[in-house]
């Protein structure tokens, strides 16, 4: 039976105590702030070591983002090699190393091979004890140099805005302004690309279309 006008309801259930099983977010102002003084005590706790790993420069997939680049997972092992670090020194000095990667252009493999001696050249390693120095060691005065700068790491992490240069990662946007009549035409990208993904998908179709009407005018020949 369907119930129909201002009735009253049926099989009535309205005492769950619904309110138990609602959660709600009223202390997301509070655990931002939370969060953000725990990555401060983080990062003065393990200064001067840096708080995240060396990540390689990348660009970003698909046709829409290509332009845009970000941090990526790791090195590869060719910009390693390129770079004369070794594989498995690299992950103990801090440098993310992905052996999945393979690098697609000679641009980005000489920017990332750059950075890794960028960062290898200002790398101070502490000695793993105390007075026992071995090969690769930072000297006895630049360790101290950078303990003495160890409360500068807390002082970046306490500010409220972003310190420029901190990530190595930037997006430079140039836009040129002008009339379409100084720019000259360029073919129809979009076009193109939908003609290529034709032929690919029509290629055995067109051959077969092909061979049978050779073979037809042969017949006719003959």
């Not at 770079?83 to 393979?102: H, N, Y």
Request: aromatic fraction near 4%; glycine fraction near 6%.
């Amino acid at each position: 039976m369907t119930i129909k006008h201002n009735q009253q309801i049926q099989h009535n259930h309205f005492r769950k105590d619904w309110q138990r099983r609602v959660r709600v977010h009223f202390d997301q102002p509070g655990k931002k702030k939370s969060r953000r003084d725990a990555r401060a005590v983080r990062a003065a706790k393990l200064a001067p070591r840096p708080v995240d790993r060396l990540r390689p420069i990348v660009h970003c997939p698909t046709i829409k983002y290509n332009r845009r680049v970000r941090a990526g997972r790791g090195f590869s092992l060719a910009e390693l090699k390129e770079a004369g670090i070794p594989r498995k020194l690299a992950s103990t000095i801090g440098i993310a190393v992905d052996p999945r990667r393979q690098n697609l252009s000679e641009e980005s493999l000489a920017a990332n091979v750059e950075r890794l001696r960028n960062y290898r050249e200002r790398l101070i390693l502490f000695p793993r004890r105390t007075g026992k120095t071995k090969e690769g060691d930072a000297p006895a005065n630049e360790v101290a140099e950078a303990k003495a700068r160890r409360g500068l790491v807390g002082q970046l992490m306490g500010t409220q805005t972003r310190r420029k240069g901190l990530f190595g990662v930037e997006n430079h946007v140039e836009v040129k302004e002008g009339k379409t009549a100084d720019y000259e035409g360029e073919e129809n990208a979009y076009r193109r690309l939908r003609d290529a993904r034709s032929e690919a998908k029509f290629v055995g179709v067109r051959e077969k279309r092909a061979k049978a009407k050779a073979e037809e005018a042969a017949a006719q020949k003959k």
